[in-house]
């Protein structure tokens, strides 16, 4: 079996809004074979910058578009594809948005993968350790926090335990970061889950005081208060914070996690199947699950991330939470056939081969802004 064509697909819904959200565009890609067989995958990422890397002519050795690396390929050998993309990305890649072009790609032939076996890609990974994880419901906050509070309530009514709040406005003020808070916790009543994302707004002392603040509320964690590269920041923090520190969202590959996993700067790994792929976060898994600390995913896009996330942490020893990103975006909810989202609270991997989800070509159709191949 050999790879044919590489096709790189940019959606983008009609209205995109000023907000930290990205479900509001994507870049698929799908990898053909000559049997016939077709994986898909995704990168969150700007979709213009991941088509460009993708489409990149050859340069010299070390610097080489990734479509002219994989062409001709066997696809079931994905190790040896990462390695080699790695390889002669060096002048443009490593940490960054080359290595999430490479996840989507790398998704994509894990997906392949599973279609050639007829398998799902949680038991090509290693076998999943729990047949449903519990999701928290993952949202903006309001504009203050009488708005998050009535937010907070529609999650809880659809059935969810567990609710997080993220990005803007928090961060403006101290006054307005405890009014939301407060909001958020009214809303979802003592009993439910409240998580709270930051989004990198403050220095660590002040981290330190919003903790303190919020740990009357009963947080179940904080999340990216400090800048993402901030490695010192975030083991200082979380020597003292007395509640759990979570980040890692926008860490891309194994490299970018190093230095937090060998510091043991977080209590919380965020591991995000579009920015690291299945063969980097199963590295990922192995190095966290050895420092005792407890892995999450990162899912903020469409369906295709949320089966690739579901899949991979189902195989992970500790989970305790998922993500499930219920931003009322069509390109979130349409892009499948399947709707692959939580139930009463409550998500389980798919069980069909590869991914387990199917594209909706009609709406794939009716979002297409750019293809190459």
């Known amino acids: 079996m050999k790879i044919t064509e590489v096709i790189c697909q940019i959606l983008r819904i009609e209205s995109i809004e000023a907000k930290t959200a990205s479900s509001q565009d994507s870049v698929l890609v799908r990898i053909r074979t000559d049997t016939g067989l077709e994986g898909i995958g995704e990168a969150d990422s700007s979709p213009e910058v991941v088509k460009a890397i993708i489409d990149a002519p050859f340069s010299h050795n070390i610097a080489c578009g990734l479509r002219e690396i994989l062409v001709g ?66 949202i903006l906050f309001g504009r203050d926090g009488s708005e998050t509070s009535e937010i907070g309530r529609r999650w809880i009514d659809a059935g969810y335990r567990a609710v997080k709040f993220g990005w803007e406005p928090m961060g403006e003020s101290e006054a307005v970061d405890l009014d939301l808070v407060r909001g958020a916790r009214e809303g979802l009543g003592g009993d439910a889950d409240l998580l709270i994302d930051a989004g990198c707004v403050w220095d660590a002392r002040t981290a330190l005081r919003r903790a303190n603040s919020f740990a009357d509320f009963g947080i179940g964690w904080l999340e990216e208060p400090l800048r993402e590269d901030d490695v010192d920041g975030y083991s200082w923090l979380r020597d003292r914070s007395p509640v759990p520190i979570a980040a890692g969202e926008g860490e891309c590959g194994r490299e970018s996690f190093r230095p937090f996993i060998d510091r043991h700067a977080l209590d919380i790994y965020q591991v995000d199947l579009s ?99």
């Open 73 to 138: 390929e066997n696809p079931l050998e994905h190790e040896r594809l990462w390695q080699k993309m790695l390889r002669r990305t060096m002048y443009f890649g490593r940490t960054s948005v080359t290595i999430t072009a490479m996840s989507a790609i790398d998704m994509a032939l894990w997906d392949l993968k599973g279609k050639h076996f007829g398998e799902p890609i949680h038991r090509l990974l290693g076998g999943s350790r729990h047949k449903k994880i519990k999701a928290y419901a993952s």
């Open 275 to 373: 920015r690291c792929g299945f063969t980097d976060a199963a590295y990922i898994r192995s190095r966290v699950e050895e420092i005792g600390a407890r892995l999450c995913n990162h899912c903020y896009t469409s369906p295709l991330t949320v089966a690739a996330s579901i899949h991979w942490l189902s195989t992970c020893r500790d989970a305790f939470l998922f993500e499930d990103c219920v931003e009322d975006s069509p390109l979130r909810h349409e892009l499948t056939v399947e709707k692959v989202q939580a139930t009463d609270g409550w998500i389980s991997p798919p069980d069909g081969p590869g991914l387990g989800v199917t594209l909706n070509e009609d709406f794939v159709n009716s979002t297409l802004v750019a293809e190459s191949r």
